[in-house]
T-cell receptor, first 114, second 116 residues
Framework: EAQVTQNPRYLITVTGKKLTVTCSQN?????MSWYRQDPGLGLRQIYY???????DKGDVPEGYKVSRKEKRNFPLILESPSPNQTSLYFC?????????????FGSGTQLSVL | QQQVKQSPQSLIVQKGGISIINCAYE??????FPWYQQFPGKGPALLIA?????SEKKEGRFTISFNKSAKQFSLHIMDSQPGDSATYFC???????????????FGTGTRLTVIP
């Protein structure tokens, strides 16, 4: 089944404790991205990647890191989480070019930073 | 700066009624306008999309109307059903030479509730 898999689904942590949220897709997509969803603010892009070893900042990159060492994986790293990073996070992927621009989203990771 | 402005924030419609959600954009370089649907506990999923070379696109009960001169596009849900209750996001691509239609600005979302 074609899918984007995020882990964990729920995460509670404390301020300053480094964490990683994993994202993996099995559709051989070149493009991957991370969004955070907050009430009243919609989906805001954190980082995106056009292909392996190519990443760039989105609208709200502060406090986050990403890496794209393999085509299928795009982990989101919070080196020193803070309470304002409490949010619902989504990973997404798609092909690039052509006429198929559909974004496939994971099921989300609810992060709480205490 | 918001690239796309979505309204209303929430919407309650009776079963069988018409739901209308609006989106306004700033950047005239945008050339792809999707709507995504999100059910509770799930990620958003593409519902319907339009390119500015047409003024309307219909898929079943869902229609996008596009007004290029007003820089607006809207989602119409005809014969709304309780199963349509979800959050709807409009979006537009960042554009330029960076990406195609994958890199999206999303609106703030509209929570639709269809009452039986």
């Amino acid at each position: 089944e074609a899918q984007v898999t995020q882990n964990p689904r729920y995460l509670i942590t404390v301020t300053g404790k480094k964490l990683t949220v994993t994202c993996s897709q099995n559709m051989n997509h070149e493009y991957m991205s991370w969004y955070r969803q907050d009430p009243g603010l919609g989906l805001r892009q954190i980082y995106y990647s056009m292909n392996v070893e190519v990443t760039d900042k989105g609208d709200v990159p502060e406090g986050y890191k990403v890496s794209r060492k393999e085509k299928r994986n795009f982990p989101l790293i919070l080196e020193s989480p803070s309470p304002n990073q409490t949010s619902l996070y989504f990973c997404a992927s798609s092909w690039t070019g052509g006429t198929n621009e559909k974004l496939f989203f994971g099921s989300g990771t609810q992060l709480s930073v205490l | 700066q918001q690239q796309v402005k979505q309204s209303p924030q929430s919407l309650i419609v009776q079963k069988g009624g018409i739901s209308i959600i609006n989106c306004a954009y700033e950047n005239t370089a945008f050339d792809y306008f999707p709507w995504y649907q999100q059910f509770p506990g799930k990620g958003p999923a593409l519902l319907i999309a339009i390119r500015p070379d047409v003024s309307e696109k219909k898929e079943g009960r869902f229609t996008i109307s596009f007004n290029k001169s007003a820089k607006q596009f809207s989602l119409h849900i005809m014969d709304s059903q309780p199963g349509d209750s979800a959050t709807y996001f409009c979006a537009a691509p960042l554009g330029g030479d960076q990406t195609g239609a994958n890199n999206l600005f999303f609106g703030t979302g509209t929570r639709l509730t269809v009452i039986p």
